[in-house]
């Protein structure tokens, strides 16, 4: 089902020198909400860069909506790209940020002004329009860059951690903007290092790790994928023994080795997810003390493993 | 390689000439202010009152002193400072600075990816910046420009006056004015052309300094490889051998003109190859 309203890649590397950003990806995107999840480093934001032509693949070929990313001219009436880079154009206040970039679109005034009201309401920043962006919060800078990247309405809205900085509320309606978008039949491609901010809003997740592709799908199939085999954790705690008995009550747990010093064990499960809901409880209700927690394994579980261990982690 | 299995691309309307116009002219909007009022454009204002300072030097020795030399003098003084101080380090530097950072400036302001996001070529984005810095840079130069000129027959009073309605001087004027236009077109070029291409553009700058710096002194051929050389010949006041410059033999306005132009869109051309293959890398992120 590969038609020109799919995101196509098709055996795509990108190298930095010796580096690896991301290797021999194959990717076919339908509409709706992609989650690209990953832990820092591991080619998010390589991937977005090579959809919109701000890298260019040293291997491989890409394809949006029939489209070649090295012809901006045509790509950019399509696509809009809100990215990482927490920069903007000097002196600027909202309203003029957006404005002038829809000016150099070749929008005429009324236009273009028209469509920032728009796009600064889309993101509730009407009230802030006249203020400096460099004034502005870091949620808000978040959202005046969303509204950029989506104000000359494009059908592909590219976003690189778009919900880093933003506190709850923002995020709440910037995720319902999410699902607005995407009703209406566009690709919403996100990127966070958080699984769980973007499993229930999904349509299909692919992970990252290192640069490849480590699982990819509805987020059913990829968890399920993730605990078919068990993995290995790693914990230090200062009460091993009742970790590994409340474990060995529920039935996912494989395996537990105790740290010969007492502070720690190594257990193999089938379902992370419990693992992580189990010892949280224990660590809110029974005062247990966990100093760390790691994947034993650095293979795809390890990644799995980071993505949903860091629910509480998302930086402010 | 696999191009076969990728979907084929709509048909691809190509982007109509007004829509260029309109993008330019965005861009423009944007751009021009931006470089009037930048903390960059102090340095522009400073370069541009270089050049008057030793004009209201003159004007208060007139006053002071009072003996004046002859008017032909008067103006060979201009050529000499418009050709040395004006040519050499204010429109060339100012160059330097306006246009090595026309992309440059973008990337140490982490703001490039603004403008690559735009449906817009990259070429039109190389055109439309060149563009605006030239209309940047002939505002505050060209006032300049004039400022110094009227400065130097201030003194003369009546006479000067005469020298400006029925003497040469409104002609000197105008072409002083069309080389320093010129001037920032092949230098704007040049130094488009190298800030996209070295990481430290301050280097090849003060090279091609040095060699248009030079250039009078060295054999006739070689003096046809710089931009001064076309830039001079075209001055109206030529300096007759004087200790500051040795113009080997001049060439004649129908070829420098074109043959600035003709260097210039090709630099140009040149940019715009090299900024379609521009990634966005600003490190430290
Ligand atoms: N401009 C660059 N130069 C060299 N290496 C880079 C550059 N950008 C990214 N990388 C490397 O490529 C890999 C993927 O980075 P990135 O795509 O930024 O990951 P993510 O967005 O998931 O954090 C990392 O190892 C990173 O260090
Ligand atoms: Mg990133």
């Known amino acids: ?207 990252l790790s290192n640069g490849y592709i480590v699982a990819e799908g509805d987020i059913h199939g990829v968890r399920e994928e993730m605990t078919d085999v068990p993995m290995q954790i790693l914990v230090r705690c200062d009460k091993p023994a009742m970790l590994a008995s409340r474990i060995f009550q529920e039935d996912h747990a494989v395996e537990a080795q105790m740290h010969s010093d007492g502070q720690g064990l190594l257990l193999r499960t089938r379902d992370a997810d419990s693992f992580f809901l189990l010892m949280n409880r224990m660590v809110t209700q029974e005062g247990l003390r966990v100093e760390s927690v790691a994947p034993a394994d650095d293979d795809v579980h390890s990644v799995y493993l980071y993505l949903i261990g860091n629910q509480g982690g998302s930086s402010s | 390689m696999s191009a076969p299995s990728l979907p084929a691309a709509p048909p691809q309307t190509e982007v109509p000439w007004s829509l260029w116009k309109s993008q330019v002219s965005g861009l423009l909007r944007l751009e021009v202010k931006k470089y009037l009022l930048s903390k960059r454009a102090l340095l522009l204002y400073f370069l541009a009152f270089l050049p008057i300072f030793p004009f209201l030097i003159w004007n208060l020795r007139a006053m002071l002193v009072g003996d004046l030399p002859d008017i032909a003098q008067a103006s060979m003084f201009y050529a000499g400072m418009f050709q040395t101080l004006m040519l050499h380090l204010v429109i060339f530097f100012a160059c330097v600075i306006t246009f090595t950072n026309l992309f440059r400036g973008e990337v140490l302001e982490h703001s490039l990816h603004y403008y690559f996001l735009c449906p817009v070529r990259r070429e039109v984005l190389v055109v439309g910046k060149y563009i605006a810095g030239q209309f940047a840079s002939w505002i505050i130069f060209l006032i300049c420009v004039v400022i110094s000129f009227c400065l130097v027959y201030f003194p003369y009073g009546g006479q000067g006056l005469d020298y400006f309605t029925s003497g040469p001087a409104i002609g000197h004027l105008l072409a002083y004015m069309g080389v320093t236009v010129l001037a920032f077109l092949g230098y704007g070029a040049v130094f488009l052309f190298t800030g996209l291409l070295f990481r430290n553009p301050i280097i090849p700058a003060i090279v091609i300094w040095i060699w248009e710096g030079i250039n009078a002194f060295l054999p006739a051929m070689l003096q046809k490889i710089s931009v001064s050389h076309y830039l001079i010949s075209l001055c109206p006041v030529p300096l007759s051998g004087g200790p500051i410059r040795v113009i080997a033999d001049p060439a004649p306005a129908w070829l420098s003109v074109p043959g600035l132009l003709l260097v210039t869109l090709a630099v140009l051309f040149l940019a715009s190859l090299k900024i379609r293959h521009m990634e966005i890398s600003y490190g430290g992120e």
């Open chain 1, 1 to 207: 089902m590969s038609d020109s309203q799919d995101i196509i890649f098709r055996n795509v590397s990108k190298f930095y020198g010796e580096v690896l950003g991301v290797n021999r990806v194959d990717l076919n995107l339908a509409p709706g909400i992609t989650g690209l999840v990953g832990p820092n480093g591991s080619g998010k934001t390589t991937l977005m860069n090579l959809m919109t032509g701000l890298l260019q693949p040293t291997r491989g070929e890409i394809s949006i909506l029939g489209l070649p990313p090295d012809r901006p001219e045509l790509l950019f009436n399509r696509v809009g790209y809100c990215t990482q880079y927490d920069s903007f154009p000097r002196g600027m206040n909202g309203f003029q940020f957006i404005y002038s970039f829809l000016r150099i679109h070749g929008l005429v005034h009324p236009q273009a002004e028209d469509m920032t009201w728009k796009a600064l309401e889309m993101v509730g920043l009407q009230d802030a329009a006249k203020r400096k962006v460099a004034a502005y919060s870091k949620g808000m800078r978040q959202r005046i860059k969303l509204g950029q990247a989506i104000a000359h309405q494009p059908d592909v809205l590219v976003l690189d951690e778009p919900l880093n900085g933003l506190d709850p509320m923002a995020r709440a309606e910037i995720i319902d903007l999410f699902k607005r978008l995407s009703e209406k039949g566009k690709h919403v491609i996100v990127s966070s290092h958080i699984l769980h901010e973007l499993d229930v809003i999904s349509d299909q997740v692919v992970m």
